[in-house]
């Protein structure tokens, strides 16, 4: 990624967010992929700061509603802001789930379920490589 954007909603190419994106993270964000269960990079990240998009820069969550949900992605139980996140139903293989994606560039983050801790009990379910950490 070669800096944040400032635009409010990019409207990019797919080629230009090949361009600007590594494979694995075009996959996720870009076609909806999902990373491998316990092989994110921020997986395990314990420190405090603020997790970004990684294909917009737009903050996402803080490492103080993140929590070890032992699915094997990092899980939040609330965002930095309920805008900056968009929630959209999905169905495959006959199971009913909740996307959730950037509000800004439209990237594809996880999905949220309804298990998680107090206070929200929400468990924001997110690929590591749809985020970018960044200390305070
Ligand atoms: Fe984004």
């Known amino acids: 990624m070669t800096g944040h954007m400032s635009v409010k909603e990019p409207a990019l190419s797919e080629e230009e967010w090949r361009s600007r994106l590594s494979p694995d993270r075009f996959h996720v964000l870009r076609e909806k992929g999902t990373e491998r269960p316990f092989t994110g990079e921020l997986l395990k990240n314990k420190e405090k700061g603020t997790y ?29 802001k309920m805008e900056n996140i968009h929630t959209r139903k999905e169905s495959s293989l006959g ?32 690929n590591s490589l749809s985020l970018e950490f960044s200390h305070p």
Not at 52 to 80: M, N, T
């Open 95 to 126: 199971v009913v789930r909740t996307e959730i994606l950037c509000a800004r560039c439209g990237g594809h983050l996880g999905h949220v379920f309804d298990d998680g801790p107090a206070p929200t009990s929400l468990r924001y379910c997110v």
């Open 52 to 80: 970004h998009c990684a294909g917009c820069g737009l903050e996402l969550f803080s490492s103080e509603s993140k929590f070890d949900s032992g699915s094997g992605w990092p899980s939040f139980f609330q965002a930095v």
